[in-house]
């Protein structure tokens, strides 16, 4: 009987042990677990790997963005446009905060559109950003970027896809 209560307290000290592990492991911040967009001519990330294309002439220079999220908590969701694969000195496009109970839970899209005299903007936006800055010709490559944030902390992350703007 007395070996049994030493194996049971060994038991109960090796399992207090593994929780405070896993309590020390635990990241609450926001992954991003999917992005992607559909361009002016119809070519989906999700499903191919053509290079994407927005143009202002082809319907009204509509496209969408998509995003899986795997969060707890609410996070902001940022769309960026810019010359490099870098998110610093991006500029912003669009930004929301997603979470239970919102219009973006653990995924969502937006309506974004790009005009011929380089704007874009995202969901009607009433601000569309002017993106001439990042234009030396037409068309012009360039990164359009979803951005994920923690509301919590300074975390985010990001992933980009190539875009030739026309």
Known sequence: MKNNIWILLFCLILTACGGEEAERNFNPAPSLVGFDIVDSYGVDTCCSIKPLTLDPYIDNGLFDVFWKVNSLYDYRVNIRINSTTDVANSLLV??????????????????????????????????????????????????????????????????????SMQ
């Open 94 to 163: 669009y930004s929301d905060i997603c979470g239970a109970g919102r219009a973006c839970d653990q995924g969502g899209n937006v309506i974004c559109e790009y005009t011929s005299d380089f704007y874009l903007s995202c969901n009607n936006g009433r601000h569309p950003t002017d993106i001439a800055g990042l234009m030396k010709r037409v068309p012009q490559n360039l990164y359009l970027m979803l951005e994920i944030c923690d509301l919590n902390s300074p975390y985010c992350t990001y992933q980009y896809y190539p875009v």
